[in-house]
């Protein structure tokens, strides 16, 4: 069965929680008696050791981590509060991961109407998890049209070169091959290529990654001579430094996209 890869393990879940280093200790007591800061320390600290047990491939203890997460979030915060949001995206993350696809996309509708309201960019991540939910689910004419309006939201907001516009195609692509769509996938790696080279370096290993699974792809529409041309190219990037911080999915359609 060919496998195709994700261009990063976990590009939904909100940049604060994985580069936070601090480890503070976790304070669940009543959350409205602290000061915002410490409950928003409190809550990405779950969600990063939720993070490490989806890295462990522990998806109900994630979740369960990032429920609380959200619940601290709710005693402290208001309910239109883009923290929250970026909770719920991590919680949604967990559940479809365990084909949960109904109360991800419920979560994810509730996430997307805080960043809406507040005008937050961060919308079009909210709405590509909901794309892929929308493919999970088989709707792919749905996923279609909210990876376009994630796409528009992310070029107005960073440009049409940017990592989040070039990491939503990448993902993108890696759904439509795992569906097996693989023109599509084409046509999606083959946009996204040059603008990851220009961000990454022609070398990259992330580049040397996805032009293995522009490969594939190409190799399962029978364009073999193309797909050997373009190994070669990837055969000169260099290594990733661990093999494990790339995601990866099956061709099936209800695979997970981690």
Same mark, same amino acid.
């Given at each position: ?33 602290? &000061? %915002? ?11 990063? #050791? ?10 109900? %203890?994630?979740?369960?981590?990032? %429920? ?43 996430? +997307? ?13 909210? +709405? ?5 939910? $929308? ?19 992310? %070029? ?5 070169? $940017? $990592? ?5 195609? +990448? ?11 693989? &023109? ?8 996204? +290529?040059?603008? #990851?080279?220009? #961000? ?36 000169? &990037? ?21």
């Amino acid at each position: 069965m060919t496998r195709y890869m994700y261009p990063l393990l976990l590009v939904l879940l909100p940049l604060c929680v994985m580069s936070c280093t601090a480890e503070p200790e976790l304070d669940l007591g009543p959350a409205r008696a602290r &000061s %915002r800061k410490d409950v928003v320390n409190t809550a990405r600290t779950l969600q990063r #050791l939720a993070t490490d047990d989806i890295l462990q491939g522990d998806y109900e %203890r994630a979740e369960s981590l990032n %429920r609380q997460a959200v619940t601290v979030l709710e005693d402290a915060l208001p309910a239109d509060d883009v923290e929250l949001a970026a909770a719920l995206r991590n919680l949604a993350f967990a559940l479809r991961n365990q084909q949960k696809h109904s109360d991800a996309r419920q979560v994810l509708l509730r996430a +997307l109407q805080i960043y809406q309201r507040a005008g937050d960019p961060d919308a079009g991540d909210a +709405l590509v998890a909901l794309a892929m939910c $929308s493919d999970d689910q088989g709707d792919q004419a749905r996923a279609d049209e909210l990876y376009r309006e994630a796409l528009a939201i992310q %070029r107005e907001a960073y440009g049409p070169n $940017s $990592s989040q516009v070039t990491t939503t195609l +990448l993902n993108q692509a890696a759904k439509k091959a795992a569906l097996e769509n693989y &023109s599509q996938a084409e046509s999606l790696y083959r946009t996204a +290529l040059p603008k #990851l080279e220009n #961000l990454a370096g022609p070398r990259h290993f992330l580049v040397g990654h996805t032009l293995e699974q522009l490969a594939r792809v190409c190799e399962e529409q029978g364009k073999v001579e193309e797909a050997q041309a373009i190994r070669e190219r990837a055969a000169k &990037s260099d290594p990733a430094p661990h093999e494990s911080n790339v995601g990866e999915a099956t061709n099936s359609p209800g695979g997970s996209d981690r």
